[in-house]
């Protein structure tokens, strides 16, 4: 696999259920929204806010008891790697902006003004997921 260089210095995003507060920390070591067998041996986060969005709203859906969707404004703490799930995998260079890091997010704010998803682009995420939890599922680079 070929990774290309983080390209990106800021503002980053990370996409949740989690009601965090500024100051707070967001580790690696919790279980995959798309695999919930996998612990996942980094966090992920994002150069766009409409991307970020976009995790939370899955992660939502992928929770039962109705979570809300939040997305904050975080720092890294330490290095960072371009997501190897999506870069030159699934799309060439890292359009999607996304970045993994095994080092802390620092919480620095709530960003509440970002794009939510459809009815039907919803629906069509609840397809995708179905198919990526499934044992036919795609993989995850961890």
């Known amino acids: 696999m070929t990774m290309t260089e983080a390209l990106d210095e800021g503002p980053f995003f990370h996409g949740t259920i989690a009601d965090l507060r500024v100051g707070d920390f967001l580790t690696a070591g919790y279980r995959s929204n798309y695999r919930p067998d996998?612990?996942?041996?980094?966090?992920?986060?994002?150069?766009?806010?409409?991307g970020a969005g976009l995790a939370a709203e899955i992660a939502a859906e992928l929770?039962?008891?109705?979570?809300?969707?939040?997305?904050?404004?975080?720092?890294?703490?330490?290095?960072?790697?371009?997501?190897?799930?999506?870069t030159d995998k699934k799309f060439p260079g890292n359009p999607t902006r996304s970045y993994r890091?095994?080092?802390?997010?620092?919480?620095?704010?709530?960003?509440t003004n970002w794009t939510r998803l459809t009815p039907e682009a919803l629906q069509m995420w609840r397809e995708r997921l179905t198919t990526l939890r499934s044992d036919e599922g795609g993989e995850i680079i961890n």
């Open 101 to 111: 890091s095994g080092a802390p997010l620092k919480v620095t704010g709530e960003i």
């Open 63 to 86: 929770t039962e008891g109705g979570a809300a969707p939040r997305v904050y404004a975080v720092e890294p703490t330490g290095t960072f790697e371009n997501d190897p799930n999506v």
């Open 38 to 50: 996998m612990v996942m041996n980094h966090i992920y986060f994002t150069a766009t806010v409409d």
